[in-house]
Structures are given as C-alpha cells and as structure tokens.
C-alpha cells in the first residue's frame, strides 16, 4: 500500500491541526482522565503521540544521513518516555505536541528527493522505503486524535485517507485471518479492497470509508455496514 510523500504530509499536518485545536480546548484536569485506549490516560496518549513524531523523525534522519538511527533506543524505551510524561500537567503536554510536530516537519523538509527511497526499519522491525513514514505518521495523527475522546469520531477522518486506511489494515489483516475468511470491502466512490479470502459464494462489506477503517481498527463502525462481518484480529 502506497500513499505519495506529498498526500502524505499534507494529511499530517492537518491532523496536526486539527489535534492541536483538540488539545487546546481541554480543561487542565482532562489531562489525567481515561482516553478511549485501555489503562491510558489522556496525559499517556499525548505523550505517546509528541514521542512518536521524534521516533518517526529519527528514521528520516536516518534517511538523510545514512547513519542508522532507529525509532527508539531500546525496545523499552517507547514504554518508559510515555510513563515518565504521562502525568506532566496541559500546558507542558500542549507544547511537548506542538514542537515534536515541528520537529517531524523540519525533518521532512530536510529530505531531498532521492532521500525518499532510502531503506529504514519500522518499530515492528520491516524495512520500509522512508517514503513510507509520512503515512505512519499521518495514520497515528488522526487515529489517536479519535482517541482522545473529545467528542471526534472516525468520520472526522478526511474519506481518501479512511480509505488508504482500509487498505493498509486490510493488507495487514489477510494474513492473519482464519483460513476461507474474508470479504470484499467497498465504499462508494472508492472502489473495493479484498480482505482475507472471500468465501466461494461471495462476501462483501460496504459502507463509507470511515466506517469501514473504524470497524477494521477497533473502533466502532458497525452501525454504518452492510454486508455480514468476519470476526477480525486485534490490529496494532
């Protein structure tokens, strides 16, 4: 699943912005309240999307100078940073956000055109073009941007990037689904995505792009789809 640099990086810096306004309508104490993800706070979920954005920007750099530089320095890092910044209070997770996506963004700007073909390693260990990252970025934006629970929902998600969403779960979970499981997913306007392997008779799940990468990812959807659902694996 390709998604061009440039899509990319525009998707990320509107979901910058529209989790910067989320972020900054937040009282003070909303910071120590449950987001949507299980033993998170909200303090947890921001911290984790301030780091991600300096793990994603240390594999452009890599990218940029050919020095190996992964997301994190150690498999438990990622763990420790979220728990040490988790409790700090609104106004330090407020610019803690802001500047680690500018940061992202500087290191973008810094990537000359062939710098884009480079190979890095993901966090779950595959190499990956880093053409790539601006996805995953754009992706952990606008999907935890839902989690926050502020009142935004997955139909928030703009419907081309919902839909490269469909696609990239999808691709993730055929592999993993039971043998003979699947269906073909179609949204108006959008086309279909095979997911796992349809049975012999047919098998389709239709509904906006939305809706479709809200039930893929675990969040919710349902109510929008048509179609008979195969249960699903846990996504990342």
Not at 30 to 55: C, K, M, Q, Y
Request: aromatic residues 6%; negative net charge; glycine residues 10%.
């Amino acid at each position: 699943m390709t998604v061009p640099v440039v899509r990319s990086l525009a998707w990320v810096e509107e979901g910058q912005l529209a989790l910067r306004q989320a972020v900054d309508a937040l009282p003070a104490d909303a910071v120590a309240e449950p987001s949507a993800l299980p033993g998170w706070t909200r303090g947890h979920l921001l911290t984790h999307l301030a780091r991600n954005a300096d793990a994603l920007g240390n594999l452009l750099t890599w990218a940029r100078t050919g020095i190996p530089t992964p997301m994190y320095a150690s498999p438990d890092q990622r763990a420790t940073d979220i728990e040490a910044g988790a409790g700090r209070p609104l106004v330090e997770q407020r610019s803690d956000v802001r500047e680690s996506a500018a940061r992202f963004a500087q290191a973008a700007e810094a990537l000359a055109d062939d710098a884009w073909s480079a190979t890095v390693t993901s966090g779950q260990g595959r190499e990956i073009p880093a053409s790539e990252v601006p996805w995953l970025r754009a992706r952990e934006v606008w999907i935890h941007l839902v989690d926050l629970r502020v009142g935004i929902g997955m139909d928030v998600l703009p419907p081309d990037l919902a839909w490269a969403l469909v696609r990239d779960v999808a691709g993730w979970m055929s592999a993993r689904l039971a043998p003979d499981t699947g269906a073909e997913l179609t949204a108006d306007g959008h086309g279909t995505v095979v997911l796992g392997t349809p049975s012999p008779s047919g098998g389709t799940v239709s509904g906006p792009p939305y809706a479709l990468a809200a039930w893929l990812t675990g969040r919710g959807g349902t109510e929008e789809l048509r179609g008979e659902l195969p249960k699903l694996p846990r996504w990342i």
